[in-house]
T-cell receptor
């Protein structure tokens, strides 16, 4: 089945630790995105990538890093520099272009203790 | 002021009622998405439209480009429709980046 997978679904980390969230897609999409969702707020874009080995900062990139070494994979690292890392993180992918409908993964809920 | 605003923020309905969720945007767009987020967090794309009206089952989405307004209608609502509904605008100059509304929490009671 084609789709986007994120793992794990729930993640707990101690304050000060870096943590990497996985996102994999087999839809052959060129573009991939990472969003953060906080209660009562809309999704906010962290990073996005439209092609392998290239990515751009979104609206809230501070404290996060990404890599795009393969078309299928776009892992997000939440670093210790991120002041409020506890949130729900969603990955999405799309074809590049104005009509690229985005498809979302199931999300990872990160709790930093 | 957000570029994409939804109303209402919360909506409670009885099973069978006709439901309307509104979305207004202040930017020029090339398309507008309606998304559904279930309690578990997963998001499903319902519609992507740039003009007129689209229908899928009991769901209808309309858009008025001149008025910068879109609506999502649910006919004969059912408790399984309970979810957060999100509109997201694909800006004319933003490439494939979306700007999201804050979402409307819909609860349909039996």
């Amino acid at each position: 089945d084609g789709g986007i997978t994120q793992s794990p679904k729930y993640l707990f980390r101690k304050e000060g630790q870096n943590v990497t969230l996985s996102c994999e897609q087999n839809l052959n999409h060129d573009a991939m995105y990472w969003y953060r969702q906080d209660p009562g707020q809309g999704l906010r874009l962290i990073y996005y990538s439209q092609i392998v080995n290239d990515f751009q900062k979104g609206d809230i990139a501070e404290g996060y890093s990404v890599s795009r070494e393969k078309k299928e994979s776009f892992p997000l690292t939440v670093t210790s520099a991120q002041k409020n890392p506890t949130a729900f993180y969603l990955c999405a992918s799309s074809m590049v272009g104005l009509w690229g409908e985005q498809f979302f993964g199931p999300g990872t809920r990160l709790t930093v203790l | 002021k957000n570029e994409v605003e939804q109303s209402p923020q919360n909506l409670t309905a009885q099973e069978g009622e006709f439901i309307t969720i509104n979305c207004s945007y202040s930017v020029g767009i090339s398309a507008l998405h309606w998304l559904q987020q279930h309690p578990g967090g997963g998001i499903v794309s319902l519609f992507m439209l740039s003009s007129g009206k689209k229908k899928h089952g009991r769901l209808i989405a309309t858009i008025n480009i001149q008025e910068k307004h879109s609506s999502l209608h649910i006919t004969a609502s059912h408790p399984r429709d309970s979810a957060v509904y999100i509109c997201a605008a694909l800006g004319e100059t933003s490439g494939s980046r979306l700007t999201f509304g804050e979402g409307t929490q819909l609860t349909v009671n039996p």
